[in-house]
């Protein structure tokens, strides 16, 4: 399963960044838009994102981005547009009835070997999978935006992908240079919606609840908490501290969780930075300045 | 209400980390503890701090990490402790009633100027107000560990705290080189830890869900928000979209989180980053490259 083909449908923000950041890395890019005029602004977001690669990606200027661009072609026909096409990422917007229709269109166009991939950030592959004529072929992979920064890509398949079609397109992230997140199952939200969504939700009510400003409460957390992943905090808040939080929740599921750093870390011992050991490891504080 | 001497209740991981970083910003700090072992520990602790200062701390090398150990002195009796305080942090294991006995028996013997604070995490000021026998003097100000580099002090009275006690307080963490952290009324886990908590609980579910390991979840996270507060990324999700997800929410008061995002925001066309305002301002992405 080669991809040397891809084709971006919908040049929306994201979808534009996909396409840009796919043809930087080498892939020829076929940028599909419904009309002239929207694909006349496409060609605008990549000449903008062309001059942001130079500024800001090591290595883009003098050449490397202008060149890009020239690796992208312009399509309002979707057949053609996916004619060779050896992969799809799906960015039109986020509405089912919407994406079913494309992908019925879509498999009916595309040909046999086209692994399809959507790009959506709230629904499930799962929901779209008939509609695309190939479920074994179809699964989604999520960006961020400003994908030159933020370069992750997180894969996730239904119940009926593939595995060797999971595993070509976690090979393809990497190749255009994304961190892949590989999902073992579907979860709505992927990985850092499902984070993020709860903790963003948790900074409204305090705004809400009148406790304190939003300037105030980003301020304390980037100091507090910045390039700090959740796991590392929990070994950091200590994980018999953590078990204490979660084993009193009204949630089962975290109450669940609560049972699992108990079996898998405190009856071993392993209670986080207090003992060196958690879900990472720690050295010791002078170790870690005397090697 | 000048703060000069600081006595500081249980010499732990933060009551140490108080103590030093009180006395290496000027204050006399008289440490207590229950025993004389407990104290000859703590000594051991402030020669590790003041070692780790002169590493990570700029200045703090070549004497002033050292004078601050001359600032401190040792204390079992608690009368003695607390004879000149004009503050005390008390920072004693986290049981209520634990916590009570000792404020009634602070209360008794220390002067009536005495500030007292508490750096519980998780009890409220109110449940150990009138225990002190003076709650008009009496709040919370809580640390993050590692003090020298997460340096917040979040800063929460109860409804009977004195105005100005709250402000001599606030002084008092900005003397001591914190950003405070003033929250407008009693919220459990203070800021921090009430964004923290949801986070790192759905971060847990996903893991006991199967659907991604640690090291994944918190390699993401880190690359695509770190840095980053809740606020923040609101702003980057669009408040549209973020309106669109908790206005569907089961819980009353995320409902309510959507309302307010729509009044303040969307209604007056705010849409976050899209629209170059929202919770914050954003310039131009072009704007910000050529001022």
Chains 1, 2 share one sequence.
Not at 63 to 69: K, N, Q, S, T, Y
Not at 138 to 144: D, E, P, S, V
Not at 222 to 235: M, R, T, Y
């Amino acid at each position: 399963m080669t991809i040397k083909n891809v084709t971006v449908l919908g040049t929306g923000v994201l979808g534009s960044q996909i396409a840009f950041q796919s043809a930087y890395c080498g892939f020829d890019v076929s940028a599909y838009d419904i009309n002239d005029e929207l694909l006349a602004r496409a060609k605008k977001s990549f000449e903008g994102l062309a001059a942001r690669y130079e500024r800001e990606v090591r290595g883009a200027a003098g050449g490397p981005a202008r060149a890009a661009l020239g690796r992208i072609s312009y399509w309002s026909d979707l057949g053609k547009a996916v004619s060779g096409a050896d992969l799809v990422s799906e960015c039109v917007p986020e509405k089912l009835g919407l994406k079913r229709a494309v992908y019925r269109e879509l498999g009916a166009v595309a040909p046999e070997k086209t692994i399809f991939t959507t790009n959506s950030s709230s629904l499930l592959p799962s929901e779209m999978a008939e509609s695309t004529g190939r479920p074994g072929r179809f699964l989604a992979m999520h960006f961020a935006s400003e994908i030159w920064v933020h370069n992750t890509a997180e894969i996730m398949g239904h119940p009926g992908t593939d595995p060797d079609v999971y595993t070509a397109v976690v090979d393809f992230a990497v190749d255009i240079g994304m961190l892949p997140v590989e999902l073992q199952k579907e979860q709505p939200g992927y990985v850092l919606n499902a984070c993020a969504i709860p903790w963003m939700g948790a900074a409204l009510k305090l705004l809400v609840d009148g406790v304190c400003d939003p300037e105030t409460i980003d301020k304390v957390w980037c100091i507090d908490k910045a390039s700090e992943g959740p796991f590392h905090n929990l070994d950091r808040v200590g994980l018999n501290t953590a078990y204490d939080i979660y084993a009193a929740s009204s949630d089962p599921r975290l109450r669940a969780g609560a049972r699992y750093v108990k079996e898998h870390y405190i009856d071993q011992g392993k209670l986080g930075q207090p003992t060196g050991e958690g879900f990472f490891t720690y050295p010791p504080p002078e170790a870690s300045h005397h090697p």
